[in-house]
């Protein structure tokens, strides 16, 4: 049985980073416009932070049913470890998700309703990343899928919810914040 530590690590606290800078750009961004909105800003944020650690709970169980982690070096891995059950990570999971899914979907209602169905993109997005039958994370698109959704959807997203637009700060902001998640996915993977 894992302990709340490693529970704790096993959500994979220094990819929180990820999930944070992205805001802080999209909210920067919006308030170059002259509207941020601080707790749509927060709300951006539990957003992020709950799909970050939703993929990394999601992975964690992927790959341990899949016996990818049992070898494996690194952070911990719950289910590769046997600290903990598929079914309790994958609870972990969904729960997580849901967190997410719950904050997105009252941003989305206070802000742009059609966000809702690019939501259900970014959940889907992490549960394929390495779930699924033809998880698109070994096929060499995780890099991509970082980019696209901490980069691009997650300032962008930022940025639209608290202005109601989006402009060249805002997607300089979200190349610039995709490229370096991207580049922290690369340097995790070798």
């Not at 394929?128 to 070994?138: E, H, N």
């Not at 997203?157 to 902001?173: M, N």
Request: charged content about 10%; proline content about 4%.
């Amino acid at each position: 049985m894992a302990s709340l530590a490693q529970w704790v690590e096993g959500a994979r606290p220094r990819t929180l980073p990820n999930a944070i800078a992205p805001v802080i750009a999209g909210t920067g961004a919006a308030a170059w416009l002259g509207a941020a909105v601080w707790w749509k800003a927060l709300l951006a944020l539990a957003v992020s932070m709950a799909l970050i650690i939703g993929v990394n709970f999601a992975n964690d169980y992927s790959d341990g049913i899949r016996g990818t982690d049992d070898e494996r070096a690194g952070p911990l891995r719950l289910v590769g470890s046997k600290l903990a059950s598929p079914r309790a990570v994958l609870t972990a999971a969904v729960v997580s998700l849901a967190v997410g899914a719950v904050a997105g979907l009252a941003l989305a209602v206070l802000s742009a309703p059609w966000l809702i169905a690019v939501g259900v993109v970014c959940i889907a997005g992490a549960w394929l990343y390495t779930g699924g039958s033809r998880p698109y994370g070994y096929a060499g698109l995780g890099e991509v899928a970082v980019f696209v959704f901490f980069g691009l959807v997650a300032v962008l997203g930022t940025q639209y919810t608290q202005a109601l637009r989006v402009d060249w700060v805002g997607l300089a902001l979200a190349v610039a914040t995709g490229a370096l998640s991207s580049a922290v996915l690369v340097a995790n993977n070798l």
